[in-house]
């Protein structure tokens, strides 16, 4: 059973046009990412969630914006997507009480920017 | 210097082969390792967590280098589903993950 779901696996969206990504979790994980993977890089943290708590990765592009309404649901919004952001956009869940543990990842959503 | 080092490989070796991947980080506060395998356009799973002791589960050990800031992913008697990229990760603080690039593995029959 998918514990970290995103949705849409695959999304196609205009240059420029607004896009939003989600992610939900059945964990109860209180910590939420977002990463970025390009073709044959490793994936790169954008930001990430520590409960309410929203830190943001020093050079991750304004253009990028997130939201957590409740503990389950994570949105990635970008606000003008270029040809440079097509990527694998993948969201995580860790829990954070009392040490770290490893994350685990949603499969990703495959966006096409045209 | 990038965070977290790998070599990205690739690495072809024949099945049953014994592999050995390094990868080497940069902030010595870091503290808790692991290292996850990804299979291609799929997300990156949890293959093992690394503790300073070294840790073994079945065909796969970790071992973690304090001192010289590495870790180590030794696979044995490598199968065909071995192929994948393996990726090394490290929390920095309480939560950031860093990844390395990653090392792609193909185990050749």
């Known amino acids: 059973d998918a514990m970290v779901i995103q949705n849409p696996r695959y999304q196609v969206t205009q240059f420029g046009k607004p896009v939003t990504l989600s992610c939900s979790q059945t964990l109860n994980h209180n910590v939420m990412y977002w990463y970025q993977q390009k073709s044959s890089q490793a994936p790169k943290l954008l930001f990430h969630?520590?409960?309410?708590?929203?830190?943001n990765e020093a050079d991750t592009p304004d253009n990028f914006q997130s939201r957590r309404p409740n503990t389950s649901f994570c949105f990635l919004d970008i606000r003008s997507p270029g040809l440079g952001d097509a990527a694998m956009y993948l969201c995580a869940t860790s829990r954070e009480r009392g040490g770290g543990t490893e994350a685990f990842f949603g499969q990703g959503t495959r966006l096409t920017v045209v | 210097r990038k965070e977290v080092e790998q070599d990205p490989g690739p690495f072809n070796v024949p099945e049953g082969a014994t592999v050995a991947f390094n990868c080497t980080y940069s902030n010595s506060a870091s503290q808790s390792f692991f290292w996850y395998r990804q299979d291609c356009r799929k997300e990156p799973k949890l293959l093992m967590s690394?503790?300073?002791s070294g840790n073994e589960d079945g065909r796969f050990t970790a071992q973690l280098n304090r001192a010289s800031q590495y870790i180590s992913l030794l696979i044995r008697d490598s199968k065909l589903s071995d192929s994948a990229t393996y990726l090394c990760?490290?929390?920095?603080?309480?939560?950031?993950?860093?990844f390395g690039q990653g090392t792609r593995l193909t185990i050749n029959p």
């Open positions: 690394v503790y300073s």
């Open positions: 990760v490290v929390r920095q603080g309480a939560q950031k993950l860093v």
């Open positions: 969630y520590y409960d309410k708590d929203f830190n």
